[in-house]
DNA sequence: CTGTATCCTCGTCGATACTG
DNA sequence: CAGTATCGACGAGGATACAG
C-alpha cells in the first residue's frame, strides 16, 4: 500500500499516517464529518480530486472501517458515504493536530522565508 | 516538496501533513525527542533511510524551524541535530495522533482483514 | 563525518474510456 | 449516478559517486 514500509519501528503511527498522509484522505474525512454524502456530492466538494482518486480513498477508508458505504435503493441508484464511529473518532484526533497545524502556521511560514531567504534557490 | 497542493481547503493541516506525511519525518522526530543526535547515529538507528532522504528530511525540519542544526568545532567536524521547541511541540501533537494509533490499530487491522476477506485479491 | 549531485527505476496519479 | 480498467507521464526516492 502506498510506499514502502519504513520499518517496524513504530507501526501503528505509521499505519495511520499511511493512510492520512496522502493528499485526500483528510479532506475526505472532514467533509464527512459534516454530514454523510455521495460520491459525486463529494467529487464536486473537493474539486481538484479525480475520480479515480476519490474511488481509491474511500475504498481505503472504508476497508479501514473509517467510512461507511450505504446503497440507496433509488433509481438511479445512489451511493452514500458517511464516518463511522471509528472514523469520528480520527476525526478528532486530526482535528487536534490540525489545531497545532493553525496555531503554528504562522511561525513555521516565517521560518521557511528565513530559511529561504538565506539559501538564495541556489541556481 | 512533494505531491501537489491538494486545494486551499485546509491549508494548515496539509502543511502540516506534507511534512510529516512522508516516511521519514515522523521518525526522525521520535528519535530526536529522546535527546540530540548526529547525522550518522540517526542513519545508524532509522537503518532503513538513505543517506539522501535523512539529509533531505532535515533540511526540510530544519526549515520549518522544527529542527535545529548545530555544528560541532571537532576534527573530524561533527553536526547535531536537536529537536527546537516547536518540535517538541508537535512531537506532543504526533504522540496524541500515535495514541490514538494504537488504541484503534487492532480494530483496524480486522476490518481490513474482514474487508480482504470479502474482496480475495481479485487475481 | 556530513553531506550534495547524478542517474535511473518504479510507483502514483490524472485522463480517458467503458460498465452496471 | 457510481464506479472500474487501462495507459502514459511525472516525480519521489534508492544507489552511487563525489566534495568539504
Given at each position: ?118 539559501e538564495p534557490i541556489a541556481s
Amino acid at each position: 500500500m502506498g510506499r514502502r514500509r519504513a520499518l517496524e519501528y513504530d507501526c501503528a503511527i505509521r499505519d495511520v499516517l499511511d493512510r492520512i498522509g496522502d493528499a485526500w484522505s483528510v479532506l475526505v474525512i472532514m467533509e464527512l464529518s459534516k454530514g454523510p454524502c455521495r460520491f459525486n456530492a463529494l467529487r464536486r466538494v473537493i474539486e481538484a480530486i479525480s475520480q479515480r482518486m476519490l474511488s481509491v480513498t474511500l475504498r481505503n477508508l472504508e476497508r479501514d472501517g473509517l467510512v461507511s458505504r450505504q446503497v440507496l435503493d433509488t433509481s438511479p441508484p445512489q451511493v452514500e458515504y458517511s464516518l463511522t464511529q471509528r472514523g469520528a473518532s480520527l476525526h478528532g484526533a486530526i482535528s487536534h493536530l490540525a489545531h497545532w497545524a493553525e496555531t503554528h502556521q504562522p511561525g513555521i511560514r516565517t521560518s521557511r522565508a528565513a530559511y529561504d531567504a538565506k539559501e538564495p534557490i541556489a541556481s
